[in-house]
Nanobody, 125 residues
């Protein structure tokens, strides 16, 4: 069973930056989509950014394009989300999430089925 461990959340001022990390283990397939979903209490979730293990193709939600960058270090089984120019509306709990299988990253980023425990990002002055 896939295990996901996130780190890197915290409090940052508007315009600041944070980098989230997710270390993954337990994959049963070489093909998977991994990325970040964010959710506020009592609200629906949003697929923020994802990357394909197969070809490295990426997806970004319109709300974060140009500000967030997803990357991966295969030697460390770790995925990163670099978040720049953060805004108060980026305040959410961010979850690392994954779906195993050969899928189109653009189609599944909002529907990843295994989530980590989450890390809180608060953007406030």
């Amino acid at each position: 069973q896939v295990q996901l461990v996130e780190s890197g959340g915290g409090l940052v001022q508007p315009g600041g930056s944070l980098r989230l990390s997710c270390t993954a283990s337990g994959f049963t397939s070489d093909d998977y989509i991994i990325g970040w979903i964010r959710q506020a209490p009592g609200k629906g979730h949003e697929g923020v950014s994802c990357i394909s293990s197969f070809d490295g193709s990426t997806y970004y939600a319109d709300s974060v394009k140009g500000r967030f960058t997803i990357s991966r270090d295969n030697t460390k089984n770790t995925v990163y989300l670099q978040m720049n120019n953060l805004k108060p509306e980026d305040t959410y709990t961010y979850y690392c999430a994954v779906t195993e299988g050969d899928f189109d990253v653009n189609m599944v980023c909002n529907h990843l089925d295994r989530w980590g425990q989450g890390t809180l990002v608060t953007v406030s002055s």
